[in-house]
């Protein structure tokens, strides 16, 4: 059963930047047809896509974060993980990372997520 | 983008209630739909694809229907488990886009 878990610092200060590490167990993240995608929720509000990477290591980002997004991938440790610049308070969510996988044909879903992590920016 | 809304945003209903909710996309998305439930403090989970397969493992009171803009999220008789919110999200072009969720409620 795959599991992924989001590591990193609960407290970004105000213009730094905000790192994020998932981390994969039970699969390899470099093999099958997987997006290894991040998506945020601030708090009380709804789900914000920030963007994905492929097992071969292409990347899609969602333009409203301006340039500001780089996710990665880590093979030999089974990790990937999301930088985003310029932090401000309206960055402040909880961050999920999660597996989209093909459910049939080209329908794909989000069908595993980490439990979540809390994220504030504020000095 | 493609802009996804629910209604309503949020609804009471009773233990053995039907419940409908709804979801438009701002364009056509054929059946690129996924519907989503979220209990408070936890991470969404899959319940239907494709506008309306079931995701393994879901109850069958669960239903989804729709095509191109307009789709429906049903839940033919509310258990106690079914108090959470719910979310769309399109799958037909990036950025994947949900929608803004709907809440059920106890009555």
């Known amino acids: 059963q795959v599991q992924l878990q989001e590591s990193g610092p609960g407290l970004v200060k105000p213009s730094q930047t905000l790192s994020l590490t998932c981390t994969v167990s039970g699969g390899s993240i470099s093999s099958g047809s997987y997006y290894w995608t991040w998506i945020r929720q601030p708090a009380g509000k709804g789900l914000e896509w920030i963007g994905r990477i492929y097992t071969s290591g292409s990347v899609n980002y969602n333009p409203s974060l301006r340039g500001r997004v780089t996710i990665s991938l880590d093979t030999s440790k089974n990790q990937f993980s999301l930088k985003l610049s310029s932090a401000t308070a309206a960055d402040t969510a909880v961050y999920y990372c999660a597996r989209a996988a093909e459910s049939r044909g080209s329908y794909r879903t989000f069908d595993h997520w980490g439990q979540g992590a809390q994220v504030t920016v504020s000095s | 983008e493609i802009q996804m809304t629910q209604s309503p945003s949020s609804l009471s209903a009773s233990i053995g209630d039907r419940v409908t909710i709804t979801c438009r996309a701002s364009?056509?998305?054929?059946?690129?739909l996924n519907w989503y439930q979220q209990r408070p403090g936890a991470a969404p989970n899959l319940l239907i694809y494709a506008a309306s397969d079931l995701h393994n493992g879901v109850p069958s009171r669960f239903s989804g229907s729709g095509f191109g803009t307009n789709f429906t999220l049903t839940i033919s008789s509310l258990q106690p488990e079914d108090f959470a919110t719910y979310f769309c999200q399109q799958n037909y072009i990036t950025p994947r886009t949900f929608g803004q969720g709907t809440r059920v409620e106890v009555k």
């Open positions: 364009q056509s998305i054929t059946t690129y």
